[in-house]
């Protein structure tokens, strides 16, 4: 019961309760003590009668505490002073109430994820290269391990309180656990493991499954968040590191502005009055560089693998749109 809010109209309709009880008898009816697995993993609105106030069991020592509830997910301004504080506050409670996200929320972390970059990872190579599940040959195999884990639908996503007080998003497939941590925005480890949930619980550690998980993808099934602070960030990513795609050695950041390129165009179709010339000028700028060098073997891999079926909207996703897109526009180039 650790950390779960409740309803102070609850608690005082059970005080009341338990208060007008007319025997030792009724005030078990009225609150039983219950087993430990009709509590676990159950969200805080679905728990059984009984359960607002303690005590829970014999020699029970809950205090019951005066608490606020953080802000929702989808409310966070990510780019906003104080926005890290709040995620944190926000997943604590998440995790601590088993509550699930909807699709956009979840989409919105895991889009928050795709920025993250790594704290170690020369020693977190070296470290889990050779195990049963990983056995990377290069430090490019572990980051497209990573990206895959975040982008592609299939794998489980859970979020879990480390330790009981840090919370972390877990991506885990085939035996490979890749955990972030969304407060710093940083990767913090990827390994193989043989018990999920095993190592989800260590260190006193709680965690929810979120049974959405499997449907969110970085193309397919992500609810786009097309508010003019996520096209700042998009444009900033797209417009000053677009050469970034030929390093190849990065792939989690290559991943990362092809889908920016994918919320600039989003945005222009649903924004175009809030969009400057300048601002129009400097997207087309970086286009060009990116079909003149087209060609280049490192832009061709950074593209493969994307799910979605080729389409001229968004060209930059398939090395055959992206290839009649040139053409395109040679041909208009030269018409003129």
Partial sequence: MHGRIISVEEAVALRDALINAKDPEEVKQIAPWRK???????????????????????????????????????????????AAGELRESLRQIINNQEQLSGKELSKLVQRAMGAKWERMKAHFNKHK????????????????????????GRDIYLQLYQGKFPQMVFYKKNVLLVIDLERNIIRTIFSVKNIEKQLTRRNSKFILQKKGKTISKWVGMEKILDKDTFE??????????????????????????????????????????????QRAAILKADEWLLENADNPAIKKAIQGIPDPPSPK????????????????EKVNSEN
């Fill in 36 to 82: 430990p697995e009709e509590i676990e993993g159950k969200p805080t609105r679905k728990l059984p009668k009984g359960m607002a106030l303690p005590p829970y069991h014999f020699n029970c020592r809950t205090r019951t505490v005066m608490a606020k509830k953080a802000r929702r997910i989808k409310d966070i301004d990510f780019a906003a002073a104080g």
């Fill in 233 to 278: 960030l998009a444009y900033d990513a797209w417009v000053n590191h677009v050469t970034d795609l030929l390093d190849e050695a990065d792939p989690y950041w290559q991943d990362r502005l092809l889908i920016a390129r994918t919320e600039i165009e989003d945005f222009l179709q649903q924004h175009p009055d809030e969009v400057t010339p300048e």
């Fill in 314 to 329: 968004y060209w930059w996703q398939d090395v055959n749109t992206l290839k009649e897109e040139k053409q395109r526009r």
């Fill in 130 to 153: 050779s195990e049963k599940y990983t056995n990377w040959k290069t430090i490019s195999e572990m980051n497209q391990m990573v990206s895959d884990l975040i982008r592609k639908g």
